[in-house]
């Protein structure tokens, strides 16, 4: 089932998610949270580590799973998003680093990077809640249009459209990783929860789409529709094309 939250703008939307996640949070403490990376997530992370430090969520037995991973791109590379999720989030929450998972992008041995994370993912018992953002064509993860689903973590060649939409986080486009690791949409589907946000114009399209179009590996995300427990949490931007009779 999905359900679809309006929110004003940028931070109801983050306020909003933030909330579910604490919620999960505060009823599990050892909870398995999937995470993303992008600008839209920034204001929930904010929101997180501002509750954080005043002491009202704990993170000290929470697990997470991060969705993907550039290829080529080592640890301390500022575009990498093992040093944005430190920046944004891990480095100010009281998360045992230990317990944060991320693919390897300097493992060139594919296979073995995505069965390793593939394991990773069983052995945590499985994820309570994935954070989602979405691409403008309709990605999950780094999961890019295709004629099939995959299934577990693997590695994708990036489309055109994703490189030019990343290529404003580096000093040009040639400079963007051609692949990436990702877990897959099986992955993704077996969470116990997701969460998918979305904010501004510019996914107004993409949202309308996913939501009154077919389900088909051409628009990654509109598999979602088919999880029983989803939340898409977007702003009237985002919401702006979409058909108002879903939003009743
Ligand atoms: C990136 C990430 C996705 C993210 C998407 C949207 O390529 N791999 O996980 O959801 O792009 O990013 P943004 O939130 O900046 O629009």
Redesign the pocket.
Known sequence: MLRIIETRDYNDMSRKAANIISAQIILKNDSVIGL??????LGIYATLIHWCKKGDLDFSKVKTVN??EYCGLPKEHAQSYYYFMQENLFKHINIDPGNTYIPNGMNLNRKEECEKYHKMIEQTGGIDLQL????NNG????NEPDDQFANYTHCVELTQS?IE??SRFFDSKEMVPKQ?YTMGIGEIMSAKQILIVASGKG?AKVIKEMIEGPVSPKLPASILKFHHNVTLIADQEALSLLDQEYLK
């Open positions: 993303a990376t992008g600008s839209t997530p969705l993907d989602l953002g979405i691409g990605h999950i993860g780094f994703t939409a990343n990436a996914k």
